[in-house]
């Protein structure tokens, strides 16, 4: 089975603190997705990355940067993390070509 | 931007009730996805619908994608409290990414 590993199921930061992200896939896939989730919103993606050191932005990517050094491990970072993205934030990984993708669990982020 | 609606945004139903939600776009999609995610948990493929006019069954849960590919539904026959959670629609919007672009979402809660 393939498995996603968010790091962190739920995190609390301050306004201003930079925040990491951590995700882990072990199915060598190529493509990984960092999402936001929020009500009524669906899914919105904020960066995406289809190999090492390689990244493209999202449809929401302002506020966030990412980091891709091993295929199996995409970080998203908060550089200076603010209220408004208090959210649930899930990690994604497909195959190159694949259509399918496979979630963690979510990291449910609060910033006060 | 590609944008999915769902309908209705939250359905609360007794066990036995039939129900269907609706996704819709006024783009088309190569193929369209249904996910579901369960509390606490990340969002599972449920199926993908390719050929405008498709049905495929799953148990108890018929999906159909439009005959134009812009639009889709899931109909669940006597639903149960296991069919409880989020139901996320999803358009391949086509590229070598394949990313996909995620609905609104619709929240089932089915009461024993």
């Known amino acids: 089975d393939v498995k996603v590993t968010q790091s962190s199921r739920y995190l609390v930061k301050r306004t201003g603190e930079k925040v990491f992200l951590e995700c882990v896939q072990d199915?060598?896939?190529?493509?990984m997705f960092w999402y936001r989730q929020d009500p009524g919103l669906g899914l919105r993606l904020i960066y995406f990355?289809?190999?090492?050191?390689?990244?493209e932005k999202g449809d929401i990517p302002e506020g966030y940067s990412v980091s891709r050094e091993k295929k199996e491990r995409f970080s998203l970072i908060l550089e200076s993390a603010s209220t408004n993205q208090t959210s649930m934030y899930l990690c994604?990984?497909?195959?190159?070509?694949?259509?399918?993708?496979?979630f963690g669990a979510g990291t449910r982020l609060s910033v006060l | 931007t590609q944008l999915l609606e769902q309908s209705p945004q939250f359905l609360s139903i007794q066990e036995g009730e039939n129900l269907t939600v609706y996704c819709n776009s006024s783009?088309?999609?190569?193929?369209l996805q249904w996910y579901r995610q369960e509390p606490g948990e990340g969002p599972v493929l449920l199926v993908t619908?390719?050929?405008?006019?498709e049905v495929k069954k799953l148990k108890r849960l018929t999906f159909q994608f439009g005959d134009a590919r812009k639009d889709s539904s899931l109909h669940i026959t006597a639903a149960q409290p296991g069919d409880t959670g989020l139901y996320l629609c999803?358009?391949?919007?086509?590229?070598?990414?394949?990313?996909?672009?995620f609905g609104t979402g619709t929240l089932l809660a089915v009461q024993p």
């Open positions: 199915m060598d896939h190529e493509n």
């Open positions: 990355s289809y190999d090492v050191k390689m990244k």
């Open positions: 783009s088309v999609f190569s193929s």
């Open positions: 619908v390719v050929t405008g006019g």
């Open positions: 994604a990984s497909s195959l190159v070509g694949r259509t399918i993708q496979y």
């Open positions: 999803a358009g391949v919007g086509g590229g070598a990414t394949n990313k996909l672009i």
